[in-house]
C-alpha cells in the first residue's frame, strides 16, 4: 500500500516517536521537543516522502488553536458562529487563560513551521487545509493558515501558491488551482496590496463563482450565528 499524502505535517509524523509498538497507536507528541528538524534523519524521511511523490498539508490554524497563549478567535468568527460553540469557546479560553505559562504547545508549533518550511524548500509538494475544528471556520481559518505560513517564512506568492495551485496537484485536478485559459477561474479580489500588507487577505472585495461575482458581506450577513447550528 502506497501513501500519496500526509495530513497535520509534523504533527502526524509517528516516525521519531519513542516507545512504539506495532499495531498500537501512540499519540505522544514528546518527541518533538527534542527533535532537530534539519537534522539528517529528518531530512533523510522528507527526501524519501519527495521521491516517492508524497504530498504534505499544512493545518496550521488548527493546531494553533491549541496554544493557549494564540489560541483568540476573530471577531469575524465569533460573528459568524452558533452560539453554543461561541460559550465552546469560551469555556476552553477560560481553562486557555490559566495555562498562559505553558510554551510547550508554542515551541512545538515553531518546529511544525519549520518541518513544513525544510520540506517545500527541498523541494516537496506542500498544501494547505483548514482542518475546521474549535474556532477555526472553514475561509477564516483558511485566511489565518495565509498569515502563518508568511510567519513560517514563506512569502506571499509562496503562501498562494501552498494554498492553490499545489491543492490541485495534490487532488490530481488540471481544471483548478491557478488563473489561466482553459481553467475554472474561480478567484477572489483583494483590497489592498497584499505583497506589502498581509491583513489584507481578510479584505476580500468580491468573489467569482462560475463567473458570477459575489459580495461577501451580503453572504456573511446571512450566516450570522448560524454556523455550527445542527
Do not use: W
Amino acid at each position: 500500500m502506497g501513501i500519496d499524502g500526509i495530513e497535520h505535517g509534523l504533527n502526524s509524523a509517528s516516525d521519531f516517536r519513542t516507545n512504539k509498538k506495532s499495531g498500537a497507536c501512540n499519540g505522544g507528541r514528546e518527541y518533538m521537543d527534542q527533535l532537530t528538524i534539519n537534522s539528517p534523519e529528518v531530512r533523510d524521511l522528507q527526501q524519501r516522502m519527495i521521491d516517492r511523490n508524497v504530498f504534505l498539508t499544512s493545518t496550521l490554524a488548527i493546531y494553533e488553536a491549541s496554544v493557549p497563549t494564540r489560541a483568540y478567535a476573530s471577531d469575524a468568527t465569533l460573528r459568524a458562529m452558533a452560539p453554543e460553540l461561541i460559550e465552546d469557546y469560551r469555556e476552553r479560553r477560560r481553562s486557555f487563560d490559566l495555562q498562559m505559562q505553558d510554551s510547550v504547545r508554542n515551541r512545538r508549533l515553531q518546529k511544525i513551521m519549520q518541518f513544513e518550511y525544510q520540506y517545500f524548500k527541498m523541494g516537496g509538494l506542500l498544501c494547505s487545509g483548514v482542518d475546521a475544528g474549535r474556532h477555526v471556520l472553514p475561509g477564516f481559518g483558511d485566511q489565518r493558515n495565509y498569515i502563518l505560513l508568511l510567519e513560517s517564512g514563506f512569502n506571499a506568492e509562496e503562501a498562494i501558491q501552498i494554498m492553490s495551485g499545489n491543492g490541485a496537484m495534490a487532488l490530481g485536478r488540471s481544471d483548478i488551482g491557478m488563473i489561466q485559459a482553459g481553467r475554472r477561474a474561480d478567484f477572489v479580489i483583494l483590497d489592498g496590496d497584499l505583497h506589502h500588507d498581509p491583513s489584507v487577505i481578510k479584505k476580500i472585495k468580491t468573489v467569482f463563482k462560475s463567473g458570477i461575482g459575489y459580495d461577501p458581506e451580503k453572504i456573511l450577513n446571512e450566516t450570522v450565528g448560524k454556523f455550527g447550528l445542527d
